[in-house]
């Protein structure tokens, strides 16, 4: 994922508005929504903004004037950061659930994954293109869609979604440091090492880490042909598999098919709901089209690439011994062994991951610290290095008690988000392209709940999708009646809320129209 382009992030020739732009009047906004910060914390901030680089703006829109001006770089800049962002650790162990649990060959993980991450990468893209038409984050452009209310339900999720991507990340990487080690560094020894290091960077070194992430591709992206030219010779990518480590033998059915699918789909839409937070200084006369292609392509090929080395390596587990050994100590474990021929250089690449990783969790904890200060009237007032100090300690609390279940909360935490942000995401495309089509926006009012949709169609919709999918899920700790009478591992807990989200929204939204005129 990428982090907002700041004025920190372009250089000073974009910290300010075009010269010739006519003066500023300056409206005192008096929803609490977006009441200003009290002086004492805006100075402080403003202070911490200009020694180490904070971004000091909050959830309050950025207007058109503010915007930073039209670049012929800026494409090329959406492509690279989320090029940077999805070359990450966490995604090839994604990849490894396609032969290891749903007992995929080579041939159709390959095709599941790479169909998976490129639509999900789609919708992200899509959603990233509202930040510059309207300045506002990804959720409080959700409230001309879903509601006032219902909004704030979304961002409470939202976090919970982040602070879990935020743990699966530290979890890992402390797996990786303890392998490096030899295991004379405990894991939780390095889960707080990884969660310090994102705190310290996301909290004052948003200028180094901008730097970092103009040239960071070139670093992951070598470190991944490392470990495809170190570990690809034991991929198992032409015979068929007879068994996983678990003596199961491989069924490539439709059903195991979907839900591997369904898994890395998941992976990659799970950012929907934050990717309009990273753009909102881009100016409004951004081409959403080519921004679309811009932030599609960096995004899919960088998942793309990760799924198959992490799909390459399950099919190795079958037929080399260290590596079996490794996969059943810890996943972090079996990258580092993936690379151990080259020895300490291998080491050293491994540590490299472990940055990929830091860098991955950055944007989760911005997104969530801005969710924080949309759930009530006080948020905007609360300094954002607090509320991200916040959530790092409770992502580390949490990666420490649950170390070793990284396997079971991979599989079962990325379904799990996947479904509200299907339901969210149909009710938004749905609004979008049928009641708000041609309409124009009134960003000004996005705390005027007089004027934004009462979002009793949304609720109920959501409840109907929610609804599908726990019908539908297929899951370590439940499994719903529909799911049950489907053969295999399936999953459809996803694909029943978005479609009965789907049929019940539009009809339902027809109706609030007529009762409330909005």
């Not at 962002?85 to 060959?105: E, H």
């Not at 970092?212 to 991929?235: E, K, T």
């Not at 959501?462 to 609804?467: E, S």
């Amino acid at each position: 994922m990428s982090l907002p382009l700041t004025d920190s992030e372009l250089g000073s020739d974009l910290q300010s508005p075009s010269k010739e732009t006519k003066p500023k009047v300056i409206t005192l906004e008096v929803s609490p929504e977006t009441m200003v910060q009290p002086s004492r914390y805006r100075a402080y901030i403003n202070i911490l903004a200009r020694v180490f680089g904070l971004e000091s703006r909050g959830i309050e829109r950025v207007a058109e004037n503010e915007r930073h001006p039209p670049r012929p770089d800026n494409y090329a800049q959406i492509l690279l950061l989320w090029l940077n962002s999805s070359l990450t650790a966490n995604n090839i162990i994604v990849g490894l659930y396609g032969p290891t649990r749903y007992r995929l060959d080579w041939n159709n993980a390959a095709m599941c994954a790479v169909l998976g991450v490129t639509f999900g990468s789609m919708v992200v893209a899509f959603m990233s293109t509202w930040g510059p038409i309207s300045g506002h984050r990804t959720l409080m452009v959700t409230r001309y869609f879903l509601g006032y209310y219902l909004s704030k339900l979304c961002c409470l999720l939202n976090i919970v979604t982040m602070l879990g991507y935020g743990m699966v990340n530290v979890i890992l990487g402390g797996q990786v440091i303890f392998a490096v080690s030899g295991g004379h560094t405990a894991a939780p020894v390095g889960i707080v090492v990884v969660a310090v290091l994102t705190w310290f960077i996301a909290t004052f070194g948003m200028h180094l880490f901008h730097f970092y992430m103009r040239y960071a591709w070139i670093v992951q992206l070598s470190v991944l042909f490392i470990m495809v030219g170190c570990a690809g010779p034991i991929f198992n990518l032409v015979y068929p598999l007879s068994a996983d480590s678990n003596n199961n033998p491989y069924v490539n059915s439709a059903s195991n098919r979907l839900s591997f699918f369904s898994l890395c789909f998941a992976s990659a839409v799970t950012w929907a709901p934050s990717s309009a937070d990273y753009f909102v200084y881009l100016p409004a006369s951004t081409n959403p089209w080519r921004m679309f292609l811009s932030a599609t392509t960096g995004m899919s090929l960088a998942m793309v690439m990760t799924a198959l080395l992490g799909i390459g390596l399950a099919t190795g587990i079958t037929t080399n011994s260290d590596w079996l050994d490794a996969s059943l100590t810890s996943q972090g474990s079996l990258l580092v062994t993936s690379l151990a021929p080259l020895q300490d250089f291998g080491s050293f690449c491994a540590i490299i991951l472990v940055v990929g990783m830091v860098s991955n969790n950055i944007p989760g904890t911005y997104s969530a610290g801005l969710n924080l200060q949309m759930l009530g009237r006080y948020g905007p007032r609360i300094p954002r290095p607090l509320l991200t100090t916040l959530e790092v300690v409770v992502y580390t609390v949490c990666a420490v008690v649950a170390q070793r279940y990284l396997r079971e909360i991979m599989e079962n935490f990325l379904p799990l988000m996947s479904y509200w942000i299907v339901v969210w995401l149909v009710i938004v495309l749905e609004e979008i392209c049928i009641f708000r089509r041609g309409r124009e926006y009134d960003w000004s009012a996005v705390d005027n709940v007089h004027q934004l949709p009462m979002g009793l169609a949304a609720g109920l919709s959501f409840v109907v999708g929610c609804l599908g999918a726990v019908l539908g899920m297929s899951q370590s700790y439940f499994i719903g009646p529909i799911a049950r009478f489907v053969p295999g591992d399936c999953d459809l807990g996803m694909w029943l809320a978005f479609g009965w989200t789907a049929l019940g929204y539009p009809g339902l939204r027809w109706m609030e129209l007529r009762m409330t005129g909005r």
